[in-house]
């Protein structure tokens, strides 16, 4: 069994997935670890708000979201407090979400491992999609921060992250990867126009 499965960026081991102790960023298995268990609850805190409030987060879950997602993106966050920090905050979150749907029941955190075993289309179109998120959830939390935000990319965030624990056919994942594409490009206009409302244009 490996100590870590981590292949979301161009530095992988072996140009395949780094599954030792430690990944080449330095990254130690113990984070990999916790930020896959940090990805898997957003992951049950997006299917709750898709299944009860049709893909519309309110404020506090998509800025939760984003802000917690990217801590997962690759270089971000190595500090293990941290990342426990934030499960907390999403597992808090989800009590909430399923109180508001009425809900008694608390499902478990989605299993990363059910994702990196997939079939290899379902498995690279799902992986296509969550590191596309995480690389949005960059510009959509900067965003944020600067007082921007778009109801079309954190309702995106939702919908995208539900769609990785559903059994979801290639014929359905593909236009959510494309329309990933799109929502992207209306982040990084949002973070354009809050950079240069804050700062001006060079």
């Known amino acids: ?14 140009q395949r997935a780094c599954t030792g102790k430690a990944g ?18 957003l992951i049950t805190l997006a299917g709750v ?25 690759t270089n971000v966050n190595f500090d293990a407090a941290s990342v426990l920090a934030q499960q ?8 909430v ?4 749907a009425g809900i008694q ?19 690279s179109l799902k992986s296509l999609l969550l590191f596309g998120l995480r690389g949005m959830a960059a510009y959509a939390y900067h965003a944020r921060v600067l007082g921007y935000s778009d109801a079309t990319v954190d309702s995106f965030f939702v919908k995208g992250l539900a769609a990785i624990a559903r059994e ?21 206009e949002l973070l354009d126009r809050a950079n ?4 001006g244009t060079p």
């Open 1 to 14: 069994m490996n100590d870590m499965f981590c292949f979301q960026c161009e530095q992988t081991a072996g």
């Open 24 to 41: 080449v960023c330095g990254k130690s298995a113990e984070v990999a670890l916790l930020q896959d268990t940090l990805t898997g609850l």
């Open 49 to 73: 708000i898709h299944d009860s409030a049709g893909d519309a987060p309110d404020d506090a879950e998509a800025s939760l979201i984003q802000e917690a997602l990217f801590t997962t993106l």
């Open 88 to 95: 907390e905050r999403v597992n808090k979150a989800l009590l």
């Open 97 to 100: 979400a399923l109180h508001r």
């Open 105 to 123: 029941d608390v499902p478990p955190a989605y299993p990363m491992s059910q994702l990196w075993t997939d079939s290899e289309d379902l498995r």
């Open 168 to 188: 979801h056919t290639e014929s359905v994942l593909l236009p959510l990867v494309m329309e990933l594409g799109r929502v992207n490009l209306t982040c990084m």
């Open 196 to 199: 240069t409302t804050a700062c």
